[in-house]
């Protein structure tokens, strides 16, 4: 209904309702985002607890460590599969997504394939608990990292709604696995359970988009790709390098236990940390659009991101400190007394980190690998070198706090870098203008 004499326009009409729509498709594409990586975290949570209870605080130690040397490789992978396809394949019409996708799926497996190759030679070198596990994580690599491709592939394609399903099917198929791992009372059994549950749901990847892997155009995607694909895979395997070198150093300073309270102290986090994750999917994706859409709100986008991870970070936190020990025992058993003194310096930690999140996101959408990768080298330095002086000074609880303040340190410099990022595009604009 208008009123008399008004004019209206079916432009005016369409931006009247343009919005709106966009608004509910951001929370559509969020939504799917928080509940894959719910069902994600959930199986992981589900993966740690068992472990935890049934072989104890010791060899959780050593399955941790299995757990993080697959974070470094997950995060090789990664950077030369998953975030070029994010970055530059993110909305674009299906003819471009789906061969991008497929070479990208391709060599997630090269990469896989390869690095559990060597896993097993190694594993089997070394033998015993610690040997074994990383001979059982080598043969489930492949699966592992393809399973993760996907859901990176369907984000970018703006279909988080397979994402959780296929994170579904992984935790559907995980359930008897770990069953069947218990009986045999080993790390390496459940690694392999908790691999091959992956390998599951990798093959309903390949299902569900109808798209084969292709190993044989790895090569040609990391030569398209080369521009990000290295200055990622420097940048990813740098944090996830440092995290696996502060666990390795802790676990010579203080024991392989210390490695196991950490980790059950992330237990904890876990429904944060699934959030963190879950936005992960999509902060990359959806910073790329408002790029695209309204450059000036970037930064806007970023902030908010920023605030609302460090303030639901605090808040599960504190509420982590008002459970009773008689419930974390019965969720962690005897990790629990370990793990609940680490809640406090981890919830700020992870709260500095989530800040950091919300820049990094704007300089991935910037495309700006060259500064991402320099602020990801010092976070990873001040990473490492915060565990392992805090570990060499206070022990388990000295490393968490020393983790707290390389985040806190890592975070200032992302936003120093964005704010530069932003400003060099904004020049680069008016000159383009003055000249047009």
């Known amino acids: 209904m208008t009123i008399e004499g008004e004019k209206t326009t079916p432009g005016a ?10 608004r509910r498709a951001l929370a559509g594409r969020l939504s799917w985002g928080l509940a894959d990586q719910a069902a994600s975290s959930a199986s992981n949570f589900l993966v740690g607890m068992y472990v935890a209870r049934s072989l104890g605080l010791t060899a959780f ?4 460590l299995a757990w993080v040397t697959y974070g470094v490789v997950l995060n090789v992978s990664r950077g030369l599969a998953s975030d070029p396809l994010v970055v530059r394949f993110s909305g674009v019409p299906d003819a471009s997504w789906r061969p991008a996708a497929a070479r990208a799926a ?16 190694v594993g089997l070198a ?17 699966g592992l990292l393809l399973q993760d491709t996907w859901r990176f592939a369907f984000f970018a394609a703006g279909a988080g709604r397979k994402a959780f399903l296929n994170d579904i099917v992984w935790g559907v198929a995980l359930v008897p696995a770990l069953v069947m791992a218990a009986r045999a009372d080993s790390v390496e059994a459940f690694v392999l359970a908790w691999g091959g549950s992956a390998a599951v749901a990798a093959a309903y990847g390949c299902f569900q988009s109808g798209i084969r892997p292709r190993p044989a155009l790895a090569r040609a995607w990391l030569r398209e790709q080369r521009d990000l694909g290295y200055r990622y895979l420097v940048e990813n395997v740098s ?35 699934a959030v963190l994750m879950g936005l992960s999917l999509v902060t990359v994706p959806e910073a790329a659009r408002v790029l695209r859409q309204a450059p000036h709100r970037l930064g806007t986008f970023c902030l908010l991101l920023a605030g609302g991870l460090a303030a639901t970070a605090l808040l599960w936190g504190a509420a982590l400190l008002l459970v009773p020990d008689w419930a974390g025992e019965h969720v962690l058993g005897q990790v629990w007394d370990p793990a609940a003194e680490l809640i406090m310096p981890l919830t700020v930690g992870v709260a500095g980190a ?42 388990t609880v000295g490393s968490a706090w020393g983790v707290a303040a390389a985040n806190a340190c890592a975070s200032a410099v992302w936003w ?7 400003r060099e595009r904004h020049r680069t604009a008016l000159q383009e203008e003055r000249t047009s």
């Open 13 to 22: 009409d369409h931006h009247r309702h343009a919005r709106p729509n966009a």
């Open 61 to 64: 130690g050593v399955f941790t």
């Open 106 to 121: 391709g060599t997630a497996l090269v990469v896989g394939s390869a690095i559990g190759a060597v896993s097993v030679v």
């Open 126 to 142: 070394l033998g015993g608990r610690v040997g074994a596990g990383f001979a059982g994580l080598g043969v489930v690599l492949p």
């Open 239 to 273: 944090l996830s390098g440092a995290s696996q070198l502060r666990a390795y150093g802790l676990g010579a300073i203080v024991g392989v236990s210390a490695v196991g309270a950490v980790r059950g102290a992330e237990l904890l986090l876990g429904p944060f940390l």
């Open 354 to 395: 989530g800040v950091g999140v919300g820049a990094a996101a704007g300089l991935r959408a910037l495309a700006a690998a060259k500064r991402s990768l320099r602020c990801q080298l010092f976070a990873s330095v001040c990473y490492a070198g915060g565990g392992l002086g805090g570990a060499a000074l206070a022990g």
């Open 416 to 422: 120093q870098q964005l704010r530069s990022a932003l």
